[in-house]
C-alpha cells in the first residue's frame, strides 16, 4: 500500500504570509497514461473535505489563484501565496495511482 | 448543483449490521464513478471502497474488505454502503463522495455531509 507522509502535521500563519505544505508518498505517483494522481484537499472546520487543487498543480473551479500544487513523482508541495482567515482547517494530500487510495495524515493550518 | 445525502448512520452493537445510503442529485450520476470515505472522531480522512459507473468493479479497503459491500442503485440516483460484523474501530462519519468522471482514479471532486456510525456496547 502506498503511504502518504505530509509535513508539517500543523503550521501558525500571519495572515498575508504564505504556507508550504509537503506531501511525500512512497511510491511514484506518476502513472504510464503520463498523470501523476495527486491531489489535495481542504477540510474547513465543522465542514466536509473540499477539493483544491487535482493532478499536482491544477486548481479546481472556484479556488483562489493563492493556492498552487507543485512536485512530481513522490515529493508534492501546497502552497498558499498569502494566508487569509478563511484558509483555517485540515488539508490532506491523497493518492488514488493505487488500490487502497490513501490519505496523507492531514496538516492543522492555524491563523496567528 | 451537486448534492449528495447520507442517510443511516445509528448506534450499533458490536457484530451488528447496518445499511447506509446516499441519495445523489445535481448531475448524471451513472456517468460517475463513486466512494464512500469515513472519518473517526478527531482523526483523519480514510478511504474505504469505489464502485464504478456501472456498478461492475468494486474495490475496498482491507480494513474493510470481506465485512462491507458498497453498491448502487443508477436507477434510483442512489449510493449504499452494506456494513457486516461491525467493530468499534468502524466507528466514524462515513462521507459519500462523487468522483470527477468515469475513470476510478479520477479525483473525488464532490462531497456529502457525512452520516455517523457509532459502533459501541
Known amino acids: 500500500d502506498i503511504v502518504m507522509t505530509q509535513t508539517p502535521l500543523s503550521l501558525s500563519v500571519t495572515p498575508g504570509q504564505p504556507a508550504s505544505i509537503s506531501c511525500k508518498s512512497s511510491?511514484?505517483?506518476?502513472?504510464?497514461?503520463?498523470?501523476?494522481?495527486l491531489y489535495w484537499y481542504l477540510q474547513k472546520p465543522g465542514q466536509s473535505p473540499q477539493l483544491l487543487i487535482y493532478?499536482?498543480?491544477n486548481r479546481f473551479s472556484g479556488v483562489p489563484d493563492r493556492f498552487s500544487g507543485s512536485g512530481s513523482g513522490t515529493d508534492f508541495t501546497l502552497k498558499i501565496s498569502r494566508v487569509e482567515a478563511e484558509d483555517v482547517g485540515v488539508y490532506y494530500c491523497?493518492?488514488?495511482?493505487?488500490?487502497?487510495?490513501?490519505f496523507g495524515q492531514g496538516t492543522k493550518l492555524e491563523i496567528k | 448543483e451537486v448534492q449528495l445525502v447520507e442517510s443511516g448512520g445509528v448506534v450499533v452493537q458490536p457484530g451488528g449490521s447496518l445499511r447506509l445510503s446516499c441519495a445523489a442529485s445535481?448531475?448524471?450520476?451513472?456517468?460517475?464513478?463513486m466512494h464512500w470515505v469515513r472519518q473517526a472522531p478527531g482523526k483523519g480522512l480514510e478511504w474505504v471502497s469505489l464502485?464504478?459507473?456501472?456498478?461492475?468493479?468494486?474495490y475496498y479497503a482491507d480494513s474493510v474488505k470481506g465485512r462491507f459491500t458498497i453498491s448502487r442503485d443508477n436507477s434510483k440516483n442512489s449510493l449504499y454502503l452494506q456494513m457486516n460484523s461491525l467493530r468499534t474501530e468502524d466507528t466514524a462519519l462515513y462521507y459519500c463522495?462523487?468522483?470527477?468522471?468515469?475513470?476510478?482514479?479520477?479525483?473525488?471532486?464532490?462531497w456529502g455531509q457525512g452520516t455517523l456510525v457509532t459502533v459501541s456496547s
Open positions: 445535481g448531475f448524471t450520476f451513472d456517468d460517475y464513478t
Open positions: 491523497m493518492q488514488s495511482i493505487q488500490l487502497p487510495y490513501s
Open positions: 464502485i464504478s459507473w456501472d456498478g461492475g468493479s468494486t
Open positions: 463522495a462523487k468522483g470527477s468522471s468515469v475513470v476510478p482514479a479520477a479525483p473525488i471532486d464532490y
Open positions: 493532478e499536482v498543480s
Open positions: 511510491q511514484s505517483l506518476l502513472h504510464s497514461d503520463g498523470k501523476t494522481y
